[in-house]
């Protein structure tokens, strides 16, 4: 507000005065710092308890999220494998080159977007 810029608060309407609006942000504030307090206060009393804070089962649903990324990987590089053996049969040799001859083909990587070296080394990193 300092540096004139219009401000405008839709519950407040456009002709709100400034002291208003300063008013609002002094309380935000001391309401922010207030429920700061209270849940630091709150964790550290758990804590004392004993209570163990945070995803106890974390590592399981890590491991969980790992395998499953891994299998689709793996069903991709199954389907796309076929393709980069027949690209190499036609007489690409380089990743680069098979990169381009999937793009030029049509053929998408899993998230979208085009092939590169890095990623046909992937896919036959996995056969």
Known sequence: MAH???FVVAELGPDVDPFVLHLYA???EKERALIAGRTKSALAAAKAKGVKLGNSKIDAARDRAVAAIKVEADRV???VMPIIA???HSGATTLRAI???LNAR???IPRGGRWHATSVRNVL???
């Open 26 to 28: 002094a309380l935000a």
């Open 106 to 108: 049509g053929i998408a």
């Open 4 to 6: 004139r810029v219009p």
């Open 125 to 127: 990193a996995r056969a």
């Open 77 to 79: 590089a199954d389907n």
């Open 86 to 88: 027949e690209v190499r």
């Open 99 to 101: 990169a381009g001859a």
